[in-house]
C-alpha cells in the first residue's frame, strides 16, 4: 500500500506557531492507515510516499539573520547571528 502525504509545510515556528500538533497526526492520520491496513489483508507493507513542500523554509525569520559568507570544503556557509549555518548546494561552476 502507498500513502502519500503532500503540503504539511512544517516551519521552524520562528515566524509563527503555524505546525500542527503532534496529535493530529497520530489521533487522524495514523489511526486512518491502520484501519485501512487491518480491513484489507492482503496488504503486506505499508510505504509512505512525502511528495513536496513537506518543510516550508520560506516561513522563517532567520533569513533575515543571514551574515557573513565563508566558504568551507568548497561549499558556501552563511553565518546568522543565532549561531547557526546554512550551507549552500555547491555550484557546479566552481
Same mark, same amino acid.
Given at each position: 500500500?502507498?500513502? @502519500? ?5 512544517? @516551519? ?11 496529535g @493530529? ?33 520560506l ?36
Amino acid at each position: 500500500m502507498l500513502v @502519500v502525504i503532500s503540503d504539511l509545510h512544517f @516551519v521552524d515556528e520562528t515566524a509563527g506557531k503555524h505546525n500542527l500538533p503532534y496529535g @493530529v497526526f497520530e489521533d487522524v492520520f495514523l489511526s486512518d492507515v491502520a484501519a485501512l491496513v487491518k480491513d484489507k489483508k492482503e496488504i503486506k507493507e505499508v510505504k509512505i510516499l512525502l511528495l513536496g513542500d513537506i518543510v516550508d523554509l520560506l516561513r522563517s525569520e532567520q533569513w533575515f539573520d543571514i551574515g557573513e559568507s565563508t566558504i568551507r570544503g568548497g561549499r558556501m556557509v552563511l553565518k546568522t547571528s543565532r549561531s547557526t549555518e546554512a550551507v549552500a548546494l555547491q555550484s557546479n561552476n566552481a
